[in-house]
């Protein structure tokens, strides 16, 4: 494990209680007017932080640990009023269910130190179920009964392959990966080809492809690129041995102590305007007439949301291609109560996975409450997201009955939920578009002068949580070479 690494998680400071917590990111919030509404008499000269972080999620919380326990003045900045990100435990439904991260994989070391760190447990969970009912062109069926179903217009061999696991059957006969790093070199640059092209070249008829693509997190498999799978099969093969956890009590519990265990508290509601990189330092412009100046700062937030900010000066050049193009998968989920867990009775898989544009994925998310959650992609969020909410909640729960049954009269909307309306997300996560490997190749490695990017989204290796948590580390590792 990294040196970085190892020195953050050997730090003495105590873990604060969950009232403390709540305590110390109120007064970040607080804290946060009197910058704004004092920033611009102030800050013409000054420099208020060596380091100035732009993001509360995951990247930006461990580059703020890892620099504060190097000595620098460190300021964290959110645009939200809570800090997270991606991170995101709903805590007002049933159940406190995730929208954003969940998975823990076995090789995810970084977070699981963090874990350990805050003395936050790990728990076994985040598997989905591996058999699912289907319905496929309005008709309900079972693993056993789709390989003769009329609704199954798959060709030859296909037909024995259930619907969900089309895309893993096809993986197996394109070219992978050798490590997780492969991605970004020439192995990677020859896999990045439309998924839908590399789809027919492995043998899959149009039927396969319409169902892959069905429920894909992505716009088209035209402009999602083949490299994507090649990736995560390669992430997921790391992961190996080892079961699937999570966090006890639910991800926001992990940031949050991430953030109160700082020495200065995340600034909240901190919207940033403008970038701005000199040969000193760097402005940071916050709406409302505020500003900062910092020695050097690191820009967290995802590229879908940064093409809103006006960035200036040569770091900000070097990365504007990738931020303008690298595209976000959409996603939009129903969370459905339901009044008893009534698929443990009617003798059917829990999980639903449908082309219907309404259903799409069903989860199970627990039996006590008894919760669902409706996954929704691409160009089926967006138009999920155009819909009255209450009028989708009650569309998605006739679809539901009509394709379960033994659903009727027992489902109710809790809420329905949209990263792409995020503000400060914009999708869910980034994938890699047909041709852009070499793009987002050259952005991961980009090391900016005063001016730095972290994220998931530049992640060299890992993937999810762990790969904001390595981007992140490797942003305060630069920077603490240059104090």
């Known amino acids: 494990m990294l040196i970085m690494l190892n020195i953050w998680v050997g730090r003495s400071r105590a873990v604060k209680t969950d009232v403390s ?68 435990t709903l805590t007002d439904l049933p159940g406190k269910p995730e929208a954003g991260g ?5 090789n995810y070391a970084r977070l699981i130190a963090l874990a350990k760190r805050h003395d936050i447990p790990l728990v076994p969970g985040g598997e989905f179920d591996r058999t699912a009912l289907y319905h496929i062109r309005g008709e309900t069926l079972t693993d056993a009964q789709w390989p003769t179903a009329t609704a199954n217009l798959l060709t030859g061999a296909e037909r024995a392959v259930p619907p969900a696991a089309l895309g893993m059957v096809f993986a197996r006969r394109m070219p992978h990966l050798a490590n997780t790093s492969a991605w970004r070199g020439g192995k990677g640059h020859a896999l990045d080809t439309a998924y839908d ?20 997190d992505r716009g088209n498999l ?29 991800s926001q519990r992990l940031v949050e102590a991430a953030a109160a265990s700082l020495s200065n508290p995340p600034r909240l509601g901190q ?57 976000y998968t959409h996603a939009s989920f129903a969370y459905i109560s339901a009044t008893e867990p009534f698929w443990n009775s009617d003798g059917l898989p829990r999980m639903i996975w449908s082309d219907d ?28 997201d155009r819909a009255d909410p209450r009028e989708a909640g ?45 793009l987002l190749a050259r952005a991961v490695v980009a090391a900016g002068k005063r001016l730095h990017f972290a994220g998931e989204h530049l992640a060299q290796e890992a993937s999810g949580m762990e790969g904001a948590l390595e981007s992140g580390e490797r942003a305060a590792r630069e920077i603490i070479a240059k104090l």
């Open 21 to 88: 917590r709540r305590e110390l990111l109120a007064a970040g919030g607080a804290g946060v007017i009197a910058v704004a509404g004092a920033g611009p008499a102030r800050a013409k000269g000054a420099v208020e932080a060596d380091v100035a972080i732009v993001g509360a999620g995951l990247s930006g919380l461990m580059a703020a640990a890892l620099l504060e326990e190097a000595g620098a003045r460190v300021v964290v900045l959110e645009g939200a009023r809570r800090v997270g990100g991606r991170a995101y």
């Open 222 to 250: 035209a402009h999602y690129s083949a490299l994507n799978p090649a990736r995560s099969a390669a992430f997921f093969a790391l992961s190996q041995p080892g079961s699937l956890r999570v966090i006890a009590g639910g």
């Open 357 to 384: 544009p309404l259903i799409g994925r069903v989860f199970v998310l627990g039996d006590d409450p008894a919760m669902l959650k409706v996954w929704l992609s691409g160009a089926d969020a967006d138009a999920i």
């Open 271 to 327: 919207i940033v305007t403008g970038i701005s990189e000199g040969a000193t330092g760097v402005r940071i412009a916050i709406a409302g007439g505020g500003s900062l100046f910092a020695r050097h700062v690191i820009c967290t937030i995802p590229f879908a949301a940064m093409r809103g900010i006006a960035l200036d000066g040569p770091s900000a050049a070097a990365m504007k291609p990738a931020i303008a193009a690298l595209p």
């Open 102 to 106: 969940i998975q823990i994989g076995s």
């Open 197 to 216: 092209t590399a789809l027919r070249a492995a043998g899959a008829s149009d039927e396969a492809i319409r169902l892959i693509a069905s429920n894909m």
């Open 394 to 438: 009650a569309t998605i729960i006739a679809r539901l009955e009509a394709a379960r049954p033994s659903a009727k009269g027992k489902l109710r909307l809790e809420r329905m939920f949209s990263w792409q309306r995020e503000p400060m997300a914009r999708g869910v996560y980034h994938h890699i578009g047909t041709g852009q490997q070499a």
